[in-house]
């Protein structure tokens, strides 16, 4: 929200010819009640733009403004700055939902298989983004060398052929989880048709692992490899005792139900099952010949007590099942 101080509106501005001085970013803003959510991200509720020179109005005192040939290019650079201070506001807030639903699309899915009381082991989150607006080599290399600033820890490796160029990179070593950034572009004789992908996994979900997630550190990691928004695939795996395979489609059901999700298509055989659903409850979904889908269930049985396996992804499955 952008609040504009007494009588100054841009109408009032234009009617009267005000003549606004603003000399060069000599403009005072104010952010209203900062804060500071949990992935650190500045918030604010309120901001005000105070102009630092500001002349009288024609005739307001006998006077017209000692500097009134200056309104032309004042007043221009007056509105250029609240345009670019709104736009920097709106383009944060439109990022930090990205990263909000992302991350809670994850936990979601944790959330209802622990209610089902599973046990829960593998899981990934994939974050890709197309990167249409290279448009050449350089500016995709460029890119790369952006990436080696930010993470100079990982260990990166380049690929490169005649079809096509990668650079990939791998976190340090660490036992709650295992994150890599892949660079990829298809060489063509126009501009590069190049994506990036983000991957963040685990072989079991416990309190470390979801705070990545919670906490500021998932945010960050989009914010420094992202330009724009990202899709988002999330996936976990949970092991089950063999209740489950004496009722294989009414586990299943149960599960769908958890998500408030509708059945798009199914695959049933004797040890396994796999159902494609929508659910309102995830951000990102893919379109099918049957309608739009963001929530595949896959459910493996051993016979003779062994145990039952569950993965859940949305929009679907990534994990190997």
Known sequence: MVTRIGLFSPLYLLKKYIAISVLSGNITVLFHNTHQND?????????????????????NNGSKGEDYMKQKIDFAKFFLSIIAIVGFIMFQSGNTTTVAEGRLDLLKLASVLQSENIMLGEWTLHAREHLENLKNQKELKNYADDLKQKFPEWKWSDTS???????????????????????????????????????????????????????????????????????IFSCIKGIVGDKMFKALPNSVNNVLSDFNAKEIEALKEDTFMSVTAYSPMFTESLTSKKGSMNLQVAVRSERLGGRTTIVVGTPIITIEY
């Open 39 to 59: 992935m650190g991200i500045l918030r604010c509720q309120k901001v005000t733009i105070i102009p630092k020179y500001a002349l009288l109005l024609p005739g």
């Open 161 to 231: 052929t005649r079809q096509k160029w990668e650079v990939t990179a791998v976190s340090p070593t660490d036992e709650n989880r295992q994150e890599t950034i892949q660079l990829m572009a298809t060489r063509t004789n126009q501009k590069p048709d190049a994506y990036i992908v983000y991957r963040v996994s685990g072989t079991t979900w416990n309190k470390t692992a979801e705070s990545f997630f919670t906490h500021k550190q998932f945010g960050d990691r989009l914010t420094d490899i992202f330009r724009g928004k990202p899709t």
